[in-house]
């Protein structure tokens, strides 16, 4: 099959550009000179692009929005959080540990999950972490335990996750509002305003606010009318600091994908509370991580096989697949693949470019427009995957994890390492 297509430079980071022999640079440094450094796969992130994203999701919600951490977290990328000046969201014990160690301010931590541990919760509570955000009846009876035994002057400050029964249009798996969900009170069941009470009386809790977070990779940005609708009717009895609205923001994968940006987002978010009647001295703010480091990133492979079955397809295997991109086998999502060294040459050979795991579905692009003049070991790279790539990595089949290369005004820094073989046996006794 054959097609005329070339990627979406827009989908790129910001700072891309191509040279007239269709060489693509990235923050000054040309993807070739990074795979000659650090070889492939690699993640390059554009630190240029990500300044300007941390900087707008500040710009319009505030000090107190938070970096969804769970996107992908790093030692370096905490640092450029920090320097920003906002907040970061938790949702396990190791992203929080990750956070403390990296030198962040455990003050400016929000800690989220659905399952906090006895251990997680103790250690949250004895770093100091600003905000603990209660998702069950069962946590909030784990932290009136911790409270007694709270050495601190100040009382632990908490926000209660409600789910307020509204589906996203998103993937069945990344939906999180209905009310059929592991996350959150339901707002409609008598137990949550027991839990709001139970809060509220006990001198060693403070209730800043509440939570609720709808979905993720959502376009359709009714869904958040219609939660904040429902939100608002159970809010407006209680005196309250803060209303975060999580994350979700979608963002393109494919050139066909359209694009909201954080700031039309919060101005929506913001314009709908109002028109709910939230009181303005509440203050309204996010969560957003996949739009603020998706798009900063590309992932770059090396072609090692090109099988062609005759009148069937045509398959391009690469030295990564699903052990470094999970999310084309779980959320059946679709990518773009390019070849950064030949960015003039059109696309018109539909291929499906495979990783080289022992598994059928081990697919990261299903029909990938590719050039005809393709050859083994050529780049090919794959866009918008500065988030849920390297952070939901596996080391499937014994396959070390790339390594992760920020770039900016023509540097490189290698922020995370390849993993070695040795490393893959470094737990074993």
Not at 165 to 170: C, D, Q, R
Request: proline share 3%; charged share 20%.
């Amino acid at each position: 099959m054959k097609n005329n297509h070339r990627i979406n430079l827009s989908l790129l980071p910001s700072t891309s550009e191509v040279t007239e022999d269709g060489q693509l640079f990235i923050g000054g440094v040309s993807v070739s000179e990074v795979v000659n450094e650090f070889g492939t796969p690699v993640f390059i992130y554009d630190e240029t692009h990500i300044k300007s994203k941390l900087n707008e999701a500040k710009k319009v919600w505030g000090k107190n929005v938070a970096y969804g951490s769970k996107a992908f977290i790093c030692k370096y990328l905490v640092k450029l959080i920090d320097q920003s000046g906002i907040r970061i969201d938790v949702s396990t014990g190791g992203e929080l540990s990750h956070c403390i160690l990296s030198g962040f301010d455990p003050s400016r931590i929000v800690f989220h999950g659905n399952n906090k541990s006895v251990l997680e919760l103790t250690r949250a509570i004895s770093y100091g972490v600003g905000t603990i955000v209660i998702d069950s009846i069962d946590e909030l009876e784990r932290i009136e335990k911790l409270a007694v035994l709270n050495v601190k002057s100040e009382p632990i400050n908490t926000m209660l996750r409600l789910t307020p029964g509204i589906e996203a249009h998103t993937h069945e798996y990344v939906k999180t509002g209905q009310h059929d969900s592991k996350f959150g009170f339901s707002i409609f069941a008598e137990t949550t305003k027991q839990a709001v009470n139970r809060i509220l009386s006990n001198t060693a809790l403070k209730l800043s606010g509440f939570h609720f977070h709808i979905g993720s990779q959502i376009f359709k940005l009714d869904g958040y009318l219609e939660a904040m609708k429902v939100v608002a009717e159970f809010i407006k009895y209680y005196d309250i600091e803060e209303l975060v609205i999580g994350g979700g923001l979608g963002v393109p994968y494919l050139n066909s994908d359209s694009q909201i940006s954080i700031t039309d987002w919060a101005k929506y978010i913001k314009d709908a509370a109002k028109s709910c009647g939230i009181d303005s001295k509440v203050e309204i703010t996010a969560e957003p991580g996949r739009s603020i480091v998706a798009a900063a990133a590309i992932t770059v492979y090396t072609i090692g096989t090109i099988k062609k079955i005759d009148n069937i397809r045509t398959y391009v295997s690469v030295d990564g697949g699903m052990s470094d991109n999970p999310r084309p086998v779980l959320y059946s999502s679709g990518y773009e693949a390019f070849l950064p060294n030949k960015m003039n040459s059109i696309g018109n050979l539909i291929c499906r470019v495979v990783g080289k795991h022992c598994e059928s579905g081990d697919v990261l692009v299903n029909n990938a427009n590719l050039p005809e003049n393709i050859e083994v070991g050529d780049l090919l790279a794959t866009p918008v995957t500065g988030a849920y790539g390297y952070s939901m990595a596996s080391n499937y089949n014994k396959v070390p994890r790339p390594a992760v290369v920020f770039v900016e005004e023509g540097q490189t820094k290698e922020v995370i390492r390849r993993e070695t073989l040795e490393d893959l046996i470094r737990l074993d006794l």
